[in-house]
């Protein structure tokens, strides 16, 4: 049901933007919360196929005046949405992504943005040339324990980093989300990497902080639960000399680990323990900081406040968020490259 755009005004007698979720499932209770959290934001509509999900969303969150809509194309139309958040099945973040920039949306696409090099380049084509502001969905940008990462990498506890390596392992879960069946498919789910691998290679980039020049990957289906190949290991080669390992394997009999590992001239960091010559004479071995790790894959224990704060900061300042569409397709990049070189057995060079 389509209805009117309302003028939504905070304390301040500020308009708010007012907010469209496509894609009622997992994730998409994330996204409301913190756009709810957010004293510049109003959640005014909800795109399911499914009425009945977007009815029970609207309740759980407190939403009696949203606008529901059962065509996403509806929700784009609305005059009264400023910003989209797509939270829909994989195979269709790019179409929808181009279509709410078209629409003159801002826009934040749910990882993957893309299944294919060339779906990227039309989003990111369409997302500047229309001006609107982008986001992708890697919100371990803003984990603490990330955070506390890049402080000890800024205070020099390492040293020079020359290597890294960063882990997305799960195969064996006591309750599989809701949308593993189509998640495991070609069609819809894509690849390893674009259905969960994707946040370690997005993690590597941040600690190495050079760009990825050459990927090199092997890939194996080894027990048939996926369509595609839910084991796959990528070597990548930065511009700096360093030298990145991303692991990931989706099957078998291994609980969700998310491994940080490391290793400069000065130090070692492995997941919440390091050492480092920085504090040298007085730290003799391994030196452990409590803090939050990024240990589970349930959505409710991720932060996406900080995701949904920074767009609407660049937003309402006319900046760039943290992960606009020409930083975050250069994650997208080595995931297409490592992909190609699991397929054609020879080391890929980037930019694609």
């Not at 929700?75 to 829909?88: E, F, K």
């Not at 796959?232 to 491994?259: D, H, M, Q």
Request: hydrophobic share 40%; charged share 20%; with cysteine.
């Amino acid at each position: 049901m389509a209805g009117q755009a309302v003028q939504r005004s905070g304390a301040t007698g500020e308009k708010k933007l007012g907010v469209g979720v496509i894609g009622i499932g997992w994730v998409a209770g994330e996204h409301i919360k913190a756009y709810q959290q957010n004293p510049h934001c109003e959640v005014v509509a909800l795109a399911s196929s499914s009425r009945e999900n977007a009815q029970a969303a609207a309740q759980r969150h407190g939403l009696p005046g949203a606008r529901l809509y059962a065509d996403w194309r509806e929700l784009l139309r609305d005059p009264g949405v400023d910003v989209v958040s797509i939270c829909s099945m994989n195979h269709l973040h790019a179409q929808q992504g181009i279509a709410a920039a078209e629409a003159g949306k801002h826009v934040l696409v749910e990882k993957p943005v893309a299944m294919s090099v060339e779906d990227l380049r039309t989003l990111r084509r369409a997302i500047e040339q229309a001006g609107v502001k982008s986001q992708g969905g890697f919100e371990l940008h803003w984990s603490p324990y990330f955070q506390s990462v890049h402080s000890m990498i800024d205070a020099g506890f390492f040293g020079d980093l020359h290597y890294a390596e960063c882990d997305y392992f799960s195969g064996n879960w006591e309750q599989w989300y809701a949308g593993y069946d189509w998640v495991k498919t070609k069609e819809k789910g894509g690849t390893a990497l674009a259905a969960a691998g994707c946040h370690a290679i997005d993690a590597i980039r941040q600690f190495i902080r050079s760009e990825a020049v050459e990927v090199f990957a092997y890939a194996g289906n080894f027990t048939g639960v996926m369509e595609w190949d839910p084991t796959i290991v990528t070597l990548i080669r930065f511009a700096n000399g360093a030298i990145g390992k991303v692991g990931c394997a989706l099957e078998g009999n291994v609980k969700y680990t998310f491994n940080v590992r490391l290793h400069g001239s000065k130090g070692t960091l492995v997941n919440n323990r390091f050492r480092t010559t920085f504090l040298d004479p007085g730290l003799e071995g391994w030196a452990e900081f409590p803090t939050i790790l990024p240990d589970t894959p349930e959505v409710t224990h991720h932060p996406f406040p900080g995701e949904i704060d920074d767009l609407v900061k660049a937003i309402r300042a006319d900046g760039q968020a943290l992960l606009d569409i020409r930083e975050d397709a250069k994650t997208y990049e080595i995931m297409f490259a490592a992909e190609q070189s699991a397929r054609e057995g020879r080391p890929v060079k980037l930019p694609l």
